[in-house]
């Protein structure tokens, strides 16, 4: 939204550290995203700031900051870049590189192919175990954080609820943060998240890709949430028996039936499919499992 009075339009024309704002991309939950250009650089940049009633909030700046630290020790392809964080006067801002596209919740529009969906994922399962193995823990993994950018390349964004070296960045640990449609079971529970989280999410996200429709609905959040928390997994229909089972282990209510990481669930996915997930310049893709069993 060029100009207005909504949301953000307060920070339109202002510059914040060297980026003069010319737009609002979306107000959020907790932010507003600005697009500003660099007057000396000529680069474009995504700004994430504070909506003015949650400033107010005693722990959002401890939150707000924990996330650009969290964001700043990642450096991977798939994850949106940080290139700076600073305040104007009380208000916490993040500049980070502008990624042009779509997110995967608007270009959902009926079931995928297996094959597709997991293709589709690889580079963000590649991004979260590279998190992971960093101490980050994203814990709100949906559609709408997934962006396919129109350079080609699949992005995961927003680590606003993550945790950060088992240290979260919720005021309390254990307060049910996330999605209702994809938190992990634990998460629902108060219980602390952890990578096996994220593989939750992840499962929901592929079973939604294929089916069409969420794995759990009802007619009000904790209708959802009840039903997440005290019956199985929906197993998937039409698909091989290997890819179902390996979905439905994705999602099971115990964290330790589920596989460790991200990589290793779309590793699964992929086998039951005929196919495996290999490293191509450390870069997850799929091949013919045949193949791959003939090299080795």
């Known amino acids: 939204m060029a100009g207005g009075t909504g949301p953000g339009a307060e920070w339109l024309g202002r510059e914040l550290g060297g980026y003069v704002v010319l737009d609002v991309i979306g107000v959020g939950g907790m932010g507003i995203v600005l697009r500003g250009e660099h007057q000396l650089l000529g680069r474009s940049a995504a700004i994430k700031t504070a909506r003015p009633d949650i400033v107010l909030d005693p722990g959002f700046e401890r939150r707000f900051l924990l996330e650009a630290r969290a964001v700043a020790a990642l450096n991977h392809p798939a994850i949106v870049r940080l290139y700076d964080f600073a305040f104007e006067g009380d208000i916490p801002y993040m500049v980070m590189e502008m990624v042009e596209g779509r997110t995967l919740d608007e270009l959902l529009d009926g079931p995928i192919e297996p094959r597709v969906a997991v293709e589709v994922l690889l580079p963000i399962a590649g991004a979260l175990d590279y ?34 070296q088992g240290f979260s960045l919720a005021t309390d640990p254990s307060s049910v943060l996330g999605t209702p449609d994809y938190i992990a079971p634990e998460q629902l529970n108060g219980g602390r998240a952890n990578a096996r989280s994220d593989v939750y999410s992840l499962a929901a996200i592929v079973y939604e890709m294929v089916s069409g429709k969420k794995p759990f609905t009802g007619a009000t959040w904790m209708e959802v949430a009840s039903r997440r928390l005290t019956e199985p997994a929906p197993r998937l229909e039409g698909v091989p028996w290997e890819f179902a089972q390996a979905l439905a ?48």
């Open 131 to 164: 998190a992971h193995h960093h101490g980050v823990v994203h814990r709100d993994v949906k559609p709408s954080n997934i962006l396919l950018a129109d350079d080609g390349r699949t992005l995961i964004m927003d680590f606003g609820l993550a945790c950060f």
């Open 249 to 296: 282990d994705g999602m099971d209510r115990n964290p330790p039936i589920r596989p460790e990481g991200p990589l290793a669930l779309l590793g699964s996915l992929a086998y039951g499919l005929g196919l495996a997930v290999t490293l191509d310049d450390h870069q997850p893709a799929l091949r013919p499992l045949a193949a791959v069993n003939a090299v080795h």
